[in-house]
């Protein structure tokens, strides 16, 4: 019997460099997210960056990725506004650079989504792909830096970003699954964006009695050093509003809007074959929306890994289904702690640890993910 998901890890030591591969196979599709590792060695950024490509060529020879198309790319940098110049990229995929240093001491990471069995297509904005009546498109790295503040500059990247999804037949509230807000100092700059992302979605009919977006909203620095904010979209047209379910785990989380914030959880999009889960951006916080821990680092930990467990477990899937993870740390210091405890907890999972301040002070770390399931939903299109 076939596996649907696998995992792989890829040491090149010829590049010094590892790239962490799942694979996930079901129907006509195959999709992979591989996590890309440089050797730090003590290089300057383009020898770095000479090393990472050589390994990205590797990982796309792979036969095992034969057909594959690359959807969208992340690049991790440690100094966005020196070393996005340095990079001259050469892929037509939705790419978004941001400096949220990798904690392993080296100046770059990369996370690669590809497909198999997908039509792909490139537009100046987005990266689509399509196949059985879906469309899935994907926007990165949108910034507008036109304007002071993150509040104003957050209205006029959503803006831009409705004009894109108009563009497509679709919008924000109907056909928008997943953003990314990456913040300049977020500590200061992070309530504009609240504020801002709130009247916006009101606008458009998004209300804590209709719905939110999954979502995170994290540090992180733009290239352009007049941007504060910098946004990340994931969309889709071609599904029926039933295959989209919101993830709560009221159990262990509360209502976001019952502190202010306009995100969903967690989302499950439902397909003929398969269920994805998007997890967004989770702390250690509880049912009543309060930090939990302050300042223990190892609890924190645990307590964000039973929150993401509770929101898989509510969308029929475990730690096992999970294909890519991100991790956001705010204190460099506790990189060896977090790193141990990932290594045991997800030995075989992609994921990249980067600095990151999480929205509020107190948290010391959040994560989000990806998971995939096979499944038969008779009343739906396969993927």
Not at 133 to 141: A, E, L, V
Not at 162 to 189: E, P, S, Y
Not at 223 to 244: M, N, R, S
Request: charged letters at 20%; a negative charge.
């Amino acid at each position: 019997m076939q596996l649907t998901m696998e995992f792989q890890e890829i040491n090149i030591e010829e590049y010094g460099a590892s790239i962490e591969l799942s694979r996930f196979h079901a129907g006509e599709v195959t999709e992979f997210h591989a996590m890309l590792h440089i050797d730090p060695r003590g290089e300057t950024f383009a020898d770095q960056l000479a090393r990472l490509k050589k390994a990205e060529k590797h990982l796309t020879n792979l036969e095992t990725l034969s057909g594959a198309s690359t959807v969208f790319k992340r690049y991790f940098l440690s100094d966005a506004t020196n070393q996005v110049p340095l990079i001259n990229e050469d892929d037509q995929c939705t790419i978004s650079y941001i400096q949220q240093p990798p904690l392993d001491g080296s100046k770059i990471a990369l996370w690669l989504y590809l497909q198999q069995g997908t039509n792909i297509t490139h537009t100046a904005d987005s990266t689509i792909a399509t196949h059985n009546g879906y469309s899935h498109i994907y926007t990165m790295g949108l910034t507008d830096s036109s304007a002071d503040g993150s509040y104003v500059q957050t209205e006029k990247t959503l803006s831009a970003y409705m004009d894109i999804l108009k563009q497509h037949g679709a919008t924000l509230a109907d056909n928008c699954i997943r953003t990314w807000f990456f913040v300049r100092d977020v500590d200061t700059q992070y309530a504009g964006l609240v504020k801002s992302r709130r009247e916006i979605f009101i606008e458009q009919g998004l209300t804590q009695d209709t719905h939110y977006i999954a979502s995170t909203g994290i540090g992180g620095n733009p290239a352009d050093p007049k941007a504060i904010v910098q946004l990340g979209c994931y969309a889709i047209t071609g599904f029926q509003p039933e295959q989209q379910r919101y993830l709560y785990a009221l159990t262990h989380l509360n209502k976001t809007y019952e502190y202010g914030v306009t995100f969903e959880r967690g989302t499950l999009m439902q397909y003929g074959d398969r269920n994805h889960i998007y997890i967004s951006g989770t702390a250690s916080i509880n049912n009543k929306g309060e930090v939990v821990h302050v300042g223990d680092i190892v609890n924190q930990t645990h307590r964000m890994w039973e929150n993401v467990e509770k929101l898989l477990e509510e969308g029929g899937m475990g730690n096992d289904d999970i294909m890519q993870i991100i991790v956001y740390l705010r204190d460099i210091a506790d990189y060896e702690v977090v790193k141990k405890m990932f290594e045991e907890k997800f030995p075989q999972t992609p994921y990249v640890v980067t600095l990151a301040p999480v929205c509020r002070p107190t948290w010391l770390i959040e994560m989000e993910c990806i998971a995939v399931k096979a499944a038969v939903n008779n009343c739906f299109m396969a993927f």
